[in-house]
């Protein structure tokens, strides 16, 4: 387990980049180079990614970055390992880097091919639970209730369990991280890499701009949103599902803080009524029930499927 | 030593893709593209072929993974037909647009709906603007042999970009024939090893195919029709290359049977072809002063080359197993919009002919050459394109 201190001082999300104040992928994509160095290759497809890198001849990023189709960061970093194999190239990590539409929405397709084939790379998901790039839109990663410019009165679905679909994939690893949680989210890559096959992370990444709140807060919003319960930090680990600091003393609901806390903070949630949060604070719980009993277990995959 | 197989052009493509000692291919079944990549993963699997292949999940995936396998530095292949092509679209862009080298057979198929699974052109001309060359083979040698001299031109520095070579669904993919494959040494003479433009590289780390403004964007573009440019000055010098190797050579860009003296040439691509050159044959017995002339590049087209042609010629009549819905057939439109600003430009006359795998004969081709000499003695074009052996 890395220590703040023991971090690589090395910067290769360099200065610069184009980036809104407070943004939570920019944070954790900086954290990502950290953890894995500089012999990587960054598969990057339409997403905030895109703009944040620099426009050409400019970039921001340190490492080769392959920018892709919106729907095809599986389908090309599949052929990146493919490439790198027949060329008998060993020390490179490939790491797909995209948000949550070209990963739950748009992608699942590629990522899902990717993962059955086993490629051999790590996939990040970096999810601001809408598009951000095209200015706050609904995706399948956006929770009930939430505000976005298509869903002006907030939206009527549930937010798409997308690390459990990636676990019904029998892949080595599947964890979630948030921006707020940094030595996590930095030992969960150090273990990614070192193990072979599709390894999946997906990330909670606060974002000001769409969630309505101030530039500052964005380390406070995922704290938040771990606190309450509704982000929840666990692993997958060849099928063992393990709750992660500070999640895994949130199985007791006296621990957790109520959602009603979160959703205060944060613009996106203005219209939501008491019924709703009343709704939202249940199935929270309900979700914690399985967590309870996937930990006192334990854990295995066959509870993993009794989750889903 | 040259070898002497018979096989289908299908099967062929497979052996053009080991001969070119291929690294990466990415593919997805699909009618009557299936026997290709099916010989392929034989080959890879019996260790015929040293190579990494992809099972991938969709078309548009068998595309994106070799623009990333080509992005990382190694010779990549795939093959598809119809609605899988059109699947690809978007990739096909962005793979010209990387200018990356990849050779993509497309074993042509008419689109839906309704389903169908029998040849037209109208799946790989629907990508015409994609800024990928464009190949169209006659028969199963010229399959193997055109797929080997893809490489050759798609790797050369003046040119990177992708090609397609198109070959008809059934009319050649599943058709047995005799073929030579020549010996592996010379082709690799011909061939030699893959040498990136460009490729994703820890040492060097570029962000690739990142946001370009419109101070940019413009010459990214030009500098694509300048590849256009070289590579139509490419074929004929590298087929000739190839003939003088291997015996086989098919005219560069357009394939001309008896034009010299033509007073009506018969303009074609695929296999039709060379059921106009048995129409030739046939006219020029009956004292019809007859050409064909087999567009064999159709990106870039072969404008010049078609100019020239048409210098002694009172006519041009093409024939497109394709239509452009409200308008005609591109190889009409592009033969007329290549001679247009010309001094004594000769009638062009369009034919719609085999859509959906109709079966388009010799003397198919003879009928409407016999209907355009029509048009020659009256002086004038009365239908800009007819449909031949449309039902009443």
């Known amino acids: ?308 | 030593m040259v070898q002497t197989i018979i096989d289908t052009a299908n099967h062929l493509a497979g052996y053009a893709a080991k001969a070119a000692r291929v690294k990466v291919i990415a593919a997805y079944p699909i009618t009557p593209q299936t026997t290709i990549v099916e010989k392929i993963a034989d080959f890879v699997e019996n260790g015929q072929m040293d190579a990494e292949y992809i099972r991938v999940e969709s078309e548009h995936s068998a595309m994106v993974a070799c623009i990333g396998a080509a992005a990382t530095g190694v010779r990549t292949f795939t093959a598809t037909s119809a609605q899988g092509l059109a699947l690809m679209h978007e990739a096909l862009h962005w793979a010209s647009g990387s200018r990356l080298p990849i050779v993509m057979a497309v074993v042509n198929r008419a689109m839906g709906a309704p389903w169908s699974i029998w040849p037209d052109l109208s799946d790989s001309l629907s990508q015409r603007d994609t800024g990928w060359i464009q190949f169209y083979c006659a028969d199963n040698q010229e399959v193997f042999d055109t797929i080997i001299q893809a490489y050759k031109l798609c790797e050369d520095e003046k040119v990177f970009l992708p090609a397609m070579v198109c070959l008809e669904g059934f009319i050649l993919s599943h058709t047995y024939a005799p073929a030579k494959i020549p010996d592996q040494e010379k082709i690799d003479a011909f061939l030699p090893e893959y040498k990136a433009g460009w490729v994703l590289d820890i040492n060097r780390p570029y962000s690739h195919a990142n946001l370009v403004s419109p101070e940019w964007y413009m010459e990214f573009r030009y500098m694509i029709q300048e590849a256009m440019e070289n590579a139509k000055r490419l074929i004929p010098q590298i087929d000739k290359e190839y003939g003088k190797l291997f015996g086989t050579e098919y005219g560069g860009l357009v394939e001309k049977y008896m034009c010299e003296d033509a007073d009506l040439v018969m303009v074609t691509m695929g296999t039709m072809g060379s059921d106009a050159k048995l129409a030739v044959d046939k006219l020029r017995k009956e004292g019809h002063k007859v050409g064909a002339a087999r567009v064999r590049v159709y990106r870039p087209f072969p404008t010049e080359e078609i100019a020239k042609l048409a210098e002694h010629t009172q006519m041009l009549a093409t024939v497109d197993r394709h239509i452009s819905f409200g308008m005609e057939g591109f190889l009409a439109s592009e033969t007329k919009a290549s001679l247009f600003n010309r001094k004594d430009r000769p009638l062009v006359a369009g034919f719609i002919a085999g859509l959906g795998g109709r079966d388009v004969t010799s003397e198919t081709i003879e009928r409407m050459a016999k209907k355009a000499m029509k048009s020659i003695s009256v002086g004038s074009v009365k239908k800009e394109t007819e449909w031949v052996d449309l039902r009443e």
């Open chain 1, 1 to 308: 387990m890395v220590t703040i201190k023991e971090l690589s001082k090395e910067e290769y999300l360099l200065k610069g980049h184009a980036a809104c104040a407070g943004c939570g992928p920019a944070v954790s994509l900086r954290l990502l180079f950290k953890a894995l160095g500089n012999k990587i290759i960054l598969v990057v497809p339409a997403c905030c990614t895109t703009v944040i890198q620099g426009p050409y001849p400019f970039t921001s990023s340190a490492v080769p970055l392959q920018n892709i189709l919106f729907e095809s960061t599986g389908a090309a970093a599949s052929g990146i390992v493919a490439a790198l194999r027949q060329r008998k190239i060993e020390d490179i990590t490939v790491v797909g880097w995209a948000g949550d539409g070209g990963t739950v929405d748009i992608g699942i397709q590629a990522l899902s091919g990717a993962a059955e084939r086993g490629t051999d790379f790590i996939y990040i998901c970096y999810d601001n639970e809408a598009y951000g790039n095209t200015g706050m839109q609904r995706s399948g990663a956006t929770p009930y209730g939430a505000w976005t410019t298509t869903t002006p009165s907030g939206k009527k679905e549930r937010k798409k369990d997308m690390p459990l679909i990636m676990a019904a994939h029998r892949i080595p690893y599947v964890a979630t991280a948030c921006t707020s949680y940094p030595l996590d989210f930095v030992n969960k890559l150090r273990k990614a890499k070192d193990m072979k096959g599709t390894k999946y992370i997906h990330l909670l990444a606060p974002c000001p701009t769409g969630w309505r709140y101030d530039t500052s807060k964005t380390v406070e919003m995922g704290r938040l949103a771990v606190q309450s319960g509704l982000w929840v930090l666990y692993e997958i680990e060849n099928g063992k599902f393990r709750l992660n600091v500070p999640s895994d003393r949130l199985v007791d609901k006296t621990k957790r803080k109520p959602v009603k806390d979160y959703f205060a903070t944060q613009g996106r949630f203005r219209g939501l009524t008491e019924e709703d949060i009343q709704r939202i604070q249940k199935w929270v719980d309900e979700d914690w029930e399985q967590y309870g009993k996937l930990t006192s277990n334990n854990a295995s995959d066959l509870a993993m499927h009794g989750k889903i």
